[in-house]
């Protein structure tokens, strides 16, 4: 049995991409926590947002997220927000190895200027937004095990460093 491996940063950083290339290397399950929160509220996160709130949201963000914790041999994907609850992150410590996956603010805004999925962006000052999350964000992001700065690398060598670290972390 080994730990689960745990992505996080912010939004648009390529949690899912890595996390499936991982999933497939390591033979390990996936879970991308935004993925199966929208599968239980059978409604995508804006509209969670929009109808139930961002409380409501992240009360069934520390749930399922939780719950996935609970077992192991997983690659899980976090949602861009849910290290920043203090459960999480504990849990996230006792069962897996954590990657904060960085990238800067300006490559963010390249990645996610015309998204139309991210509830948290739909503010006017797209771009003042943007750094304001990740500023906002990355002293606790700093608390994952591992830091990968993403800006100029492809998924393949992203999943092959977090690879290399994982396997070497006694896991």
């Known amino acids: 049995m080994s730990k689960n491996l745990v992505l996080t940063g912010m939004m648009g950083v390529g949690k899912s991409t890595i996390g499936k290339i991982l999933a497939e290397k390591l033979s390990f399950n996936f879970k991308d926590i935004d993925n199966l929160i929208e599968e239980k509220e059978k409604n995508s996160i804006s509209q969670i947002f929009k109808k139930k709130s961002e409380p409501y949201f992240r009360k ?27 459960s999480i992150r504990r849990a996230v410590k006792n069962s897996g190895v954590s990657f904060w996956l960085d990238v800067s603010g300006e490559e963010l805004i390249k990645r996610l200027r015309n998204s139309k999925k991210r509830p948290l962006l739909m503010k006017k000052n797209f771009s003042e937004n943007i750094n304001k999350i990740y500023l906002e964000r990355m002293k606790t992001y700093s608390e994952s095990d591992y830091r990968i700065k993403c800006n100029f690398l492809k998924p393949e060598e992203i999943a092959s460093r977090i690879l290399n670290l994982y396997e070497n972390s006694g896991n």
């Open 60 to 86: 069934i963000e520390n749930e399922v997220t939780l719950r996935e914790l609970k077992n192991s041999n997983n690659v899980i994907s976090l949602g861009g927000g849910a290290f920043l609850d203090k």
